[in-house]
């Protein structure tokens, strides 16, 4: 039987494609709870930098509470917690947004689907709220193709 973890990385990286021309993001990673933990990313992005780490403390179901208060590391990038429903059934979406950058922040989504997760930083001037809607959008269209990829196994 086939898992999650066994869809090649050339699948992810056409899911990230697909969500780099929405145009509302400038990098995208897609991560596990497990090794390999990342398992793609944007090449040209900083998302390719992330630690298994800062992907356990990201994906720990406990202690959510701490991120809110001591926010959180992605890539090197120090990032605050706005809302965390990622555990939350049918949403399953974090927002944060970057912090203490001389570029300006930006907003950054995090979307479970099914045992992976879409990691998406927007572009500047992109809102958390528009690329949250747009990230659990396109979660839909990923999980599906998913769904299609298992099922031909």
């Not at 990673?29 to 944007?42: D, F, G, K, M, R």
Request: include cysteine; aromatic fraction near 8%; charge should be negative.
């Amino acid at each position: 039987m086939q898992c999650i973890g066994d869809i090649s990385e050339e699948v992810w990286q056409d899911c990230i494609t697909l969500f780099l021309q929405t145009g509302m993001c400038c990098d995208v990673a897609i991560i596990t709870n497990s090794p390999p933990w990342l398992l793609a990313s944007y090449p040209e992005g900083n998302l390719f930098q992330l630690t298994q780490e800062e992907i356990q403390t990201l994906l720990a179901i406990e202690g959510r509470e701490k991120l809110f208060l001591q926010g959180i590391t992605l890539a090197g990038t120090k990032c605050l917690l706005i809302r965390d429903n990622l555990y939350t059934e049918g949403n399953n979406t974090m927002d944060l947004r970057t912090k203490g950058q001389s570029r300006g922040s930006q907003a950054v989504t995090v979307v479970q689907i099914e045992s992976v997760y879409l990691v998406v930083m927007g572009q500047k001037g992109t809102e958390g709220g528009p690329l949250n809607l747009k990230a659990f959008e396109m979660a839909g269209y990923i999980r599906e193709a998913i769904h299609q990829y298992m099922a031909h196994f």
